[in-house]
T-cell receptor, first 117, second 114 residues
Framework: AQTVTQSQPEMSVQEAETVTLSCTYD???????LFWYKQPPSRQMILVIR??????QNATENRFSVNFQKAAKSFSLKISDSQLGDTAMYFC??????????????FGKGTKLTVNP | NAGVTQTPKFRVLKTGQSMTLLCAQD?????MYWYRQDPGMGLRLIHY???????AKGEVPDGYNVSRLKKQNFLLGLESAAPSQTSVYFC?????????????FGQGTRLTVV
């Protein structure tokens, strides 16, 4: 079974600094998609960034970037210039290959990030 | 743009009561999902649907039933609620033609079973 592991249950960072959240996953497949979702206290799940496994170039979205290491099955999220609004739960997620016509996200357990003023 | 709307947002049930959670999406997505979120467990898939009239079991289906009579709606039912079903429930939808696009989530339903 595919699994996603986030080894840091909680992290904190000072405003304006940089923080990296870790994620590893387990799969024997070669093509898949990886995502980071943000869940602020409002509970809304918000997509932060996505990465296609067949693309070697790391994805970036403004202050958010990933370090995708396919051989190591690692997908870390770097947040630069942290802002108070970045305080949230962050979930790493993985889309397994096509399974009988269905597809679904597999989530890690999340990392609670607190940005301190 | 409403996106994915869940009804209700909060509910308290007594053990043994039944209820139905409604999920509605206006994006014409084929795929819809129900997840539950528990502290320290992330999101786990309960049931999903790949189209109108179809449903399938996810990782934690026991104690739940679902129906997809209309493409835009996906209902999650609890026939006899148990305290172990206290959780936050999320509905999501996605377009299977674009696997790299995000799943769109509803706002969640906080359910407490006492």
């Amino acid at each position: 079974a595919q699994t996603v592991t986030q080894s840091q249950p909680e992290m904190s960072v000072q405003e304006a600094e940089t923080v990296t959240l870790s994620c590893t996953y387990d799969t024997s497949e070669n093509n898949y998609y990886l995502f980071w979702y943000k869940q602020p206290p409002s509970r809304q799940m918000i997509l932060v960034i996505r990465q296609e496994a067949y693309k070697q170039q790391n994805a970036t979205e403004n202050r958010f970037s990933v370090n995708f290491q396919k051989a190591a099955k690692s997908f870390s999220l770097k947040i630069s210039d942290s802002q108070l609004g970045d305080t949230a739960m962050y979930f790493c997620a993985f889309t397994p290959p096509w399974e009988g016509g269905s597809e679904k996200l597999v989530f890690g357990k999340g990392t609670k990030l607190t940005v301190n003023p | 743009n409403a996106g994915v709307t869940q009804t209700p947002k909060f509910r308290v049930l007594k053990t043994g009561q039944s209820m139905t959670l409604l999920c509605a999406q206006d994006m014409n997505h084929e795929y819809m999902y129900w997840y539950r979120q528990d502290p320290g467990m992330g999101l786990r898939l309960i049931h999903y649907s790949v189209g109108e009239g179809t449903t399938a079991k996810g990782e934690v289906p026991d104690g739940y039933n679902v129906s997809r009579l209309k493409k835009q709606n996906f209902l999650l039912g609890l026939e006899s609620a148990a305290p172990s079903q206290t959780s936050v429930y999320f509905c999501a939808s996605s377009d299977p033609r674009h696997r790299d696009t995000e799943a769109f989530f509803g706002q969640g339903t906080r359910l407490t079973v006492v």
